[in-house]
């Protein structure tokens, strides 16, 4: 027999199982009900926005990506979407794994490399939720936001530091990934 069959047919098992465990306990009948009475523009509407997400972080990551090797966007945006899948149905985001094991079997990169372009993502993701709350902290500042303001500061001296980190040790790990500054920096 085909190994690829095998593959495909585990694959299948596989996803019909964490699915079945996914909607054991789940009243369909409400699912279904909350379905038919969605808003279809609502729902057309954030799949767009989820879309143009996806699509920007495929960009972003094909650029960081770019010091290391030079990947074509489809090809980025595949390996993200396979990661991505997988972190919605598996735990502890192994996902990311599966995407820097996905990036190292189609195009040769090494997994190395590509766990670090992924940090360098996930820690640009911390940015920009800590951004986003800082501005939602200006856009709504009726009631007193003493706390949520110490979670933007604290959040974001948490991501300069390790920025600064990341940044002050590029020599001790992959060089073309961490010498790599952005076109504003150099000089």
Known sequence: MNIRI????????????????????????????????????????????????????????????????????????????????????????????????????KFGLSRASTLSSIVVERLFDGLTVVGCLGFGLLLGTKQNPAALIDVVLIGGALLGVIFLAAYTWRDRGHPALLRARPACLRS
Not at 11 to 22: E, S, V
Not at 40 to 47: R, S, Y
Not at 48 to 55: F, K, W
């Open 6 to 105: 095998i593959q495909i047919v585990v694959g299948l098992a596989c996803t019909l199982f964490f699915m079945a465990l996914a909607l054991y306990r789940v009243p369909l009948e409400a699912v279904g009900a909350a379905i038919a009475s969605a808003n279809p523009i609502f729902i057309v509407a954030a799949m767009s926005v989820y879309a143009v997400n996806l699509s920007l972080r495929a960009w972003r990551w094909q650029i960081i990506l770019r010091p290391v090797a030079v990947i074509s966007y489809s090809a980025v945006a595949r390996a993200l979407l396979v990661g991505y899948g997988l972190n919605t149905i598996m735990p502890a985001r192994l996902g990311e794994l599966f995407r820097a094991e996905f990036v190292n079997i």
